[in-house]
C-alpha cells in the first residue's frame, strides 16, 4: 500500500504547491523565490544561475542536502528542468497554463506559455520520490 500511495503523494503535492508558489509575491514564496515562469534553462548564464540556486535552495529544503549550484546532484536537477521543457517546446502546441487540478487555490492565475511551472512541477515529484526525502 505505502508504495502505491508514495507517487500520488508526490505528485498531488507538486500539483498544489507549484503553481501556488509562483502565485505569490517572490518573497511570499515557499520554494521558488529566484526563478519566475519565464526563466528558461540556457537562456542566459545569469538566469541559470539563479535556476541553479533554485535548485540548490531545494535540495536543501526537500531533501536535507546542502548541495551548492555547481555540484553534480544540482546539474543533474537541473538538465532534468532544461530537458521537460525542451521536450515541451520540441512538440510545439503547449496549453498555455498548469492543468485544471494545479491550479485551484492559486493567489493569481500563472501563465506557462514555456511549460516553466509544469517542468518545475516535474522537478519537484522527483524530488518528493526521492529515497532522501521518502526514508530519511
Known amino acids: 500500500v505505502q508504495t ?6 508526490s505528485n498531488d503535492l507538486a500539483c498544489r504547491n507549484t503553481a501556488l508558489d509562483f502565485s505569490r509575491a517572490p518573497e511570499k514564496r515557499a520554494f521558488l523565490r529566484e526563478v519566475e515562469p519565464e526563466d528558461a534553462p540556457g537562456a542566459s548564464p545569469e538566469g541559470d544561475a539563479k535556476i541553479r540556486r533554485t535548485i540548490a535552495h ?3 529544503v ?3 542536502q546542502n548541495d551548492k549550484p555547481d555540484s553534480p546532484a544540482v546539474a543533474r536537477t537541473f538538465q532534468l528542468l532544461a530537458d521537460i521543457m525542451h521536450d515541451a517546446a520540441e512538440r ?3 496549453a498555455p497554463e498548469e492543468k485544471y487540478d ?9 501563465a506557462d506559455p514555456k511549460y516553466a511551472v509544469r517542468a518545475w512541477r516535474a522537478v519537484m515529484t ?10 530519511e
Do not use: K, T
Open 126 to 135: 522527483y524530488l518528493l520520490r526521492r529515497q532522501e526525502f521518502l526514508y
Open 92 to 94: 510545439g502546441r503547449i
Open 102 to 110: 494545479c491550479r485551484q487555490g492559486l493567489e493569481h492565475p500563472v
Open 4 to 9: 502505491c500511495a508514495l507517487p500520488i503523494f
Open 58 to 60: 531545494l535540495h536543501a
Open 62 to 64: 526537500v531533501l536535507g
